[in-house]
């Protein structure tokens, strides 16, 4: 008789927003179903065809359950909210994608459950906080990319940014790089600037609408809910690569308001687009400052970085090359011998 499968329940309270955690935690599930386990996922519908339309990553094999009952299961993946559940499985592992911080980490009932279960934060920003918070050793392994997917075409005189509309979370800055754009436009005269993001959640009409008439005038445009192949797209096209993420907060105090890592980024980097984003957060680990990219603290540093390399096309050809290079650290196959490693 052959030996039974291996059983993963998934548990995920943000399947709605498919933002950054949506694709580690399917990525996990991609992971698992390779390596022949049954996964459940704890949800109320099947977002397979979301997950494909959006990731481009196949967890059709995948069942969904209603119930969080955990004994019956070799391994629980748990993507936190900041808080920690009661789980009976033989191995679980607790995601904090978030640096999460005064959620009542050190209780006593946390600190009992922390001891039996493998936590995984999604780099060393977020490790940082909930180390001290849960009293915690976590296992940093970063999102995974599809640094394969993301390849350089033919580049143009554009400058992109991609991110969420919504600054429910993190402060997204678009406002920052509208005024930055149109302070340096009459120097840069032939460049244009892509705004591209979801608007599904945290984002009101008159958001947008706000951002736009800041753009009148300006070589400006909007591109709202692109599909995966939209962003590679704009990618491949795109020299430089804009983020105003987090700008104007303070991150001790509040570390949730900057990015925690910076998908986009890796992609727009595995695409040759040169990195100019706010010296903040995780994205100190992906950007090496003044060799595959640059690291900003003020307005003027961006706008000044931005005009001489758009003016130097063999430093910013040197520049994407050095940033191509770096993005394979973030790879889907780094990313998955590494959880191979951590279920054995």
């Known amino acids: 008789m052959g030996t039974a499968a291996k059983r993963a329940l998934i548990h995920d309270p943000y399947w709605e927003s498919l933002g950054g955690g949506e694709r580690y935690t399917c ?40 119930e969080l ?7 629980v993946f748990w993507l936190s909210d900041g808080s920690l559940p009661v789980s009976k499985a033989k191995k679980t592992i607790i995601h904090l994608q ?34 001290r918070e849960f009293m915690i050793n976590s296992k940093v392994i970063y999102p995974p990319v599809q640094t394969e997917e993301f390849k350089p075409g033919p580049k143009f005189k554009q400058i992109l940014y991609v991110a969420r509309f919504s600054n429910l979370t993190q402060l997204k800055g678009h406002s920052i790089l509208i005024e930055s754009f149109k302070r340096i436009s009459n120097q840069i005269p032939d460049w244009k600037f892509v705004l591209a993001g979801n608007t599904n959640v945290g984002t009101a009409p008159s958001d947008i609408e ?32 804009w983020s105003a993420s987090g700008f104007g907060v303070d991150e001790e105090i509040n570390p949730e308001k900057v990015e925690h890592f910076g998908i986009t980024v890796v992609e727009a ?26 690291l900003w603290d003020t307005s003027d540093q961006l706008e000044k970085i931005t005009v001489e390399l758009a003016r130097d096309t063999k430093k910013t050809a040197y520049m994407s090359n050095f940033a191509q290079n770096k ?18």
């Open 27 to 66: 990525t996990f599930v991609e992971l698992l179903l390779e390596q022949n386990w049954e996964v459940d996922i704890y949800w109320h519908r099947d977002v397979s065809k979301d997950i494909m339309e959006r990731f481009g990553i196949d967890i059709s094999k995948a069942h969904y359950c209603h």
């Open 69 to 75: 009952i955990t004994n019956n299961y070799d391994l």
């Open 210 to 241: 706000k951002l736009k008439d800041m753009a009148i005038g300006s070589n400006i445009e909007f591109v709202l809910n692109p599909n995966l192949k939209d962003l590679r797209m704009l990618n491949s096209k795109s020299s430089i690569f």
């Open 269 to 294: 980097m595995s695409a040759g687009a040169v990195p100019i984003i706010t010296n903040m957060g995780g994205y100190r680990e992906i950007v090496t400052n003044g060799e595959d990219g640059y």
């Open 327 to 344: 993005s394979k650290m973030f790879s889907i196959g780094r990313f998955k011998n590494d959880f191979i490693q951590l279920i054995k």
């Open 98 to 131: 978030q640096p999460f911080h005064q959620v009542g980490g050190k209780n006593i009932k946390n600190l009992i459950k922390s001891r039996f279960y493998t936590f995984v934060a999604n780099s060393k920003f977020t490790k940082s906080f909930v180390d």
